[in-house]
Nanobody, 115 residues
Framework: QVQLVESGGGLVQPGGSLRLSCAAS????????MGWYRQAPGKQREMVAT???????KFADSAKGRFTISTDSAKNTMYLQMNSLKPEDTAVYYC?????????WGQGTQVTVSS
């Protein structure tokens, strides 16, 4: 089992920045890849960015050029640096990890972009 705890969400003005963190614990050695997903009200959950064990990254088109995903293995933590935030980035952001067989999810952290 893998436990994930997100932090760093909040209210930010358009054009601002936020850094989300996802602390992992439990069977960390089994993790194949991790990622950030988001779900806005009335919409389906969508992928924002993923990072593999080897460090390969993927980004949604909406995130390219604005968001960066990274990990700190010493802290067992994954980050999502979000710059140039837009109102359409408003959503609950979820941390995800998979071990080939199971998807693990955090509880989510709210990001609101509004003036």
């Amino acid at each position: 089992q893998v436990q994930l705890v997100e932090s760093g969400g909040g209210l930010v003005q358009p054009g601002g920045s936020l850094r989300l963190s996802c602390a992992a614990s439990g069977s960390i050695f089994s993790i194949n890849g991790m990622g950030w997903y988001r779900q806005a009200p009335g919409k389906q959950r969508e992928m924002v960015a993923t990072i593999s064990r080897s460090g390969s990254t993927k980004f949604a088109d909406s995130a390219k050029g604005r968001f960066t995903i990274s990990t700190d293995s010493a802290k067992n933590t994954m980050y999502l640096q979000m710059n140039s935030l837009k109102p359409e980035d408003t959503a609950v952001y979820y941390c995800n990890a998979d071990d080939y067989y199971t998807d693990f999810w955090g509880q989510g952290t709210q990001v609101t972009v509004s003036s």
